[in-house]
């Protein structure tokens, strides 16, 4: 009863407030109406939605002065408030921002569909491995047990022989029997897609057919199949973002590598630009294709002759003679494939050209299958048999190495085509510029030039000189008046070209315990090192305007480089830049400008990178930068060698870690190779020069000294660049271990002791004082009493800060690393050391070697003295540095 009172109570006094909500709602609907007239909510008719559009195309956010000037400028929109045209012009703004946004993650998902996928197949693939891995494994253990008891079964019957039984030779021999077969049977299911029996074919279309149809066959099973055991690339991590899934075979016949990624192009596209070759493998010279015929299944047949360079002066060139399948599948996949062609398919043969050695390409190709949504997922199998007996034995690890393969041949496929994929979906953003072709055309100019140079083809032109007695300098002169016809050029500026032939000086070392991108940075950053100012001055005249005197080597006489950035792939493995050559001057009898430009390309710089090829390749260029100006490279490439490879190096392979001592005392450098891997690297250098033909004495007299002062240049960076100069702890960043630098670092302590009456290492246990102070957290530097101060010693701080090495210490001074006001306040305060003793630098800015500015809380300079109380040095100490 109470629930129904309380019910009739609610109802009674909603009755009576009834008219009051009517008369609420009835203004809230006239307020809703007053809302709209007043500009709140506006239909646009479609002429306004289309004048808005137009504008939006021009001008997608418009400021206040320039909405009112629409509504002026456009009569359609003067009924519109210009608080109205902000709003939808926000609106308009953020419909774009979330159509992108939708688009970019459609395609996300696209790609993660596909990654998926691909990573299924590829779980697929390892599942079949190891099962087929498992098989052979069962088998063999059953096969050795098949022998043990064969074995006791012929201990038994040398035991029945006495009683004359018989019946147990006749188990034996039914055993062998079954034994035997299995045996076969068992190997030949295992591995007939290793060593498959091809039977005698002919150079008739009908026998290139079954040699193709065999090709594609064997290419599926290694890119889909368990035909070769593949293991992972060390260091390759697939995922969505990664260059793809690649890996490197494991105890098959050759090199093999295989990739399998995802790609932006349809498959047409992709076929198209990998059959390309030269367009994107660095190290193939040229592809010819001497033959081709169609199949009646849509296909085509190709006899290509293809020739690869020689990474290093000291290897001949290969080539191969190939026979190239290409077909499309029931399921719509395209497939490239390819294999040698040699006796055992009685096809068509090729003899080896001239300085070049035969090698043999295995069932490899590329599988391309379209993609959902657009693209293609890519399967890339290279196999070789690069026949490594023909090369040193200490170069030998090129032409085994599978990791080089995957490196310089499978991923660089993989690279290329994305790159191409960046330029076409996303040409404002790409790391090549607006003109993505001509620089890649540039990059691929400058490294062809670079393998010419190395190799030396006569059917290029060039021709050996007689050597001077010593083989450590190759010097090749290349008069062929038709290859030089690119450089008998007139440039814009007004120079013309005189020379009429290159000559080339190179030369091959084996280096070790330094790490090729290391090097290479090296080589790059610090020019001054190892470079001549002089004969760069000489090789852009050689081609500007022809020489008229010739420099002699001589060191020290660089003004600096500038070095500023041109263009760069996705993955930054590969870049371009100009050097600019500053304050080069007046070159003896040379009238130059005082600046000289090189065009340059550098690979291989990230050291964490696996078995990658390092490379430093420049040449002179005009100021004019014309798209057919003549290059002419030189450079150095560094190819890293297998660790544990204890080979000796040939007559022409200089082994500078065997050669180098360290020290006034001529110690030898000494440490802990274990620790460092005992890593050995293959440098070659080359480096050409336009002449004239009657000054060809004189030049190759140049060539010679200046390609063995950059060897020895090169011998002394590398000595101070490898861990072993450091002792043992060479991953820890060691001092240099020698007395001098013992002594130094006591006298550096002592005297900040004398004159500051504090000391500067907390030096506790049993460290030596050189190793506390190498690690300590502040800068120490030492610089010479000299009218123009230079540092002579430096901390692992302190060359950080400076950002250079030991080596390049002592040519940095002491005024360029501080700004004009820091320059002023050092020289008025630094008679100040040498009368108290010390002096100390409120904190401020100083500039690196490679000028980047570094600040510092405050700084202390103090005069160090040796054991006679004579001036030694004077020592600075920047506190609490950093970069800014």
């Not at 279309?205 to 594609?216: H, K, Y």
């Not at 062609?341 to 295995?362: K, W």
């Not at 000559?503 to 280096?511: H, N, R, T």
């Not at 550096?748 to 504090?758: A, F, P």
Request: proline share 5%; net charge negative.
């Amino acid at each position: 009863m109470l629930l129904i009172y309380i019910h009739m109570y609610v109802c009674f006094v909603l009755m009576g407030h009834r008219d009051e909500m009517m008369a609420a709602t009835s203004a809230c609907k006239e307020g809703t109406k007053i809302a709209m007239d007043n500009g709140k909510y506006v239909r646009y008719t479609p002429e306004q939605v289309e004048a808005l559009e137009r504008l939006y195309h021009e001008c997608p956010k418009p400021s206040s002065m320039r909405r009112q000037q629409l509504i002026r400028e456009c009569p359609i929109l003067s009924n519109i408030e210009p608080k109205q045209i902000k709003v939808w012009f926000q609106n308009r703004r953020c419909r774009e921002k979330q159509r992108k946004e939708a688009s970019r993650l459609q395609a996300v998902n696209r790609k993660l569909t596909a990654m998926n996928k691909l990573l299924m197949e590829e779980n697929d693939r390892l599942q079949k491995q190891v099962s087929h891995l498992v098989y052979e494994n069962s088998y063999f253990r059953q096969q050795t047990q098949n022998s043990l008891t064969c074995f006791d079964l012929l201990v038994l019957l040398g035991n029945m022989h006495m009683v004359g039984v018989n019946c147990g030779g006749c188990v034996l021999q039914t055993t062998l029997a079954t034994t035997d077969t299995s045996c076969d049977s068992a190997v030949t299911s295992g591995q007939h897609h290793l060593t498959p029996q091809h039977p005698p074919k002919d150079a008739s279309p009908a026998g290139l057919l079954s040699i193709a149809e065999e090709t594609l066959t064997e290419f599926l099973s290694k890119a889909t199949g368990t035909a070769v055991e593949w293991v992972q690339m060390p260091g390759m991590k697939p995922g969505p973002d990664s260059i793809g899934i690649v890996a490197i075979s494991h105890g098959c016949t050759g090199v093999a590598a295989r990739a399998c990624g995802l790609v932006g192009l349809d498959p047409t596209r992709v076929a198209e630009i990998l059959k390309d070759r030269p367009s994107w493998y660095r190290d193939c010279r040229a592809v010819d294709v001497i033959n081709m015929l169609s199949t009646a299944n849509g296909g085509t047949i190709e006899l290509l002759y293809m020739q690869l360079y020689a990474p290093t002066t000291l290897a001949p060139a290969r080539d191969f003679w190939l026979l190239r399948y290409t077909s499309v599948m029931e399921d719509g996949s395209l497939v490239v494939c390819e294999r040698s062609l040699n006796n055992t398919q009685n096809g068509p043969s090729m003899p080896p050209a001239v300085n070049f050695v035969r090698a043999e390409l295995l069932p490899s190709g590329y599988l391309i299958r379209p993609c959902e949504g657009g693209g293609s997922i890519i399967h890339i199998v290279d196999h070789m048999d690069l026949e490594p007996w023909s090369v040193p034995e200490v170069l030998r690890p090129l032409y085994e190495s599978s990791t080089l393969l995957a490196q310089k041949t499978t991923m660089a496929a993989l690279r290329h085509l994305r790159q191409i994929s960046q330029e076409i979906s996303q040409p404002n953003v790409t790391g090549w510029g607006r003109r993505p072709a001509a620089l890649r055309a540039l990059s691929h100019k400058l490294s062809k030039g670079f393998n010419e140079a190395v190799n030396g083809f006569t059917d290029e032109g060039w021709s050996m000189l007689e050597s001077d007695g010593v083989d450590d300098v190759t010097l090749l002169v290349n008069s062929s008046p038709g290859k030089m016809m690119d450089i008998n050029f007139s440039y814009s500026n007004g120079f013309p070209s005189m020379g009429n032939a290159v000559l080339c000086a190179k030369a091959s070392m084996l280096l070790q315990n330094v790490p090729p991108a290391v090097l290479l940075r090296f080589l790059r950053e610090h020019r001054s090192e190892w470079a001549d100012s002089g004969i760069d001055a000489y090789s852009a005249a050689a081609v500007k305007a022809g020489p008229c005197s010739l420099p002699v080597p001589r060191g020290g006489s660089f003004g600096g480089q500038v070095i500023l950035p041109l263009a760069h792939t996705i993955e930054h493995e590969e870049f371009m830049e100009v050097v600019k050559l500053e304050n080069v001057g007046h070159y003896q009898d040379m009238i130059m400008p005082s600046d000289i430009f090189l065009l340059q390309l550098c690979t291989g710089v990230d050291e964490n990178a696996v078995s990658t090829c390092a490379e430093l390749i420049f040449a002179p260029i005009d100021g004019s930068f014309s798209e057919d100006a003549p290059i002419i490279p030189s450079g150095f490439r560094i190819i890293p060698l297998d660790s544990g490879m204890d080979a000796s190096s040939p007559n022409r392979t200089l082994d500078l870690a065997s050669t180098l001592e360290v020290g006034a005392a001529g110690n030898r450098a000494t440490g802990d190779k274990s620790s460092c891997g005992s890593t050995k690297s293959v440098m070659t250098i080359a480096f050409q020069f336009v002449y004239e033909m009657q000054l060809q004495e004189n030049v190759a007299i140049m060539a010679r000294q200046y390609v063995r002062s950059i060897i020895a240049s090169v011998q002394r960076v590398a000595l101070a660049l490898s861990p072993s100069f450091f002792g043992s702890h060479a991953g820890l960043g060691s001092p240099p271990g020698t007395p001098e630098a013992q002594t130094l670092a006591r006298w550096i302590c002592q005297s900040y002791r004398c004159y500051m009456g504090d000391e500067l290492l907390k030096h506790e246990g049993s460290e030596s004082i050189l190793k506390v102070l190498w690690h300590h957290t502040d800068a120490v530097l030492c610089c010479s009493l000299k009218a123009l101060p230079v540092f002579t010693f430096a901390n692992q701080a302190g060359l950080d800060m400076l950002e250079t090495t030991l080596v390049s210490l002592q040519d940095i001074s002491l005024e360029k690393i501080f700004d004009e006001n820091g320059r002023k306040t050092l020289f008025a305060e630094f008679p100040q050391v040498m009368q108290q003793g010390f002096m100390c630098l409120q904190g401020g800015i100083c500039l690196s070697s490679m000028g980047r500015p570094v600040s510092y809380e405050r700084a202390v300079a103090w005069k160090v003295v040796n054991d006679e109380e004579n001036a030694h040095c004077i020592c600075f100490t920047f506190i609490n540095w950093s970069f800014v």
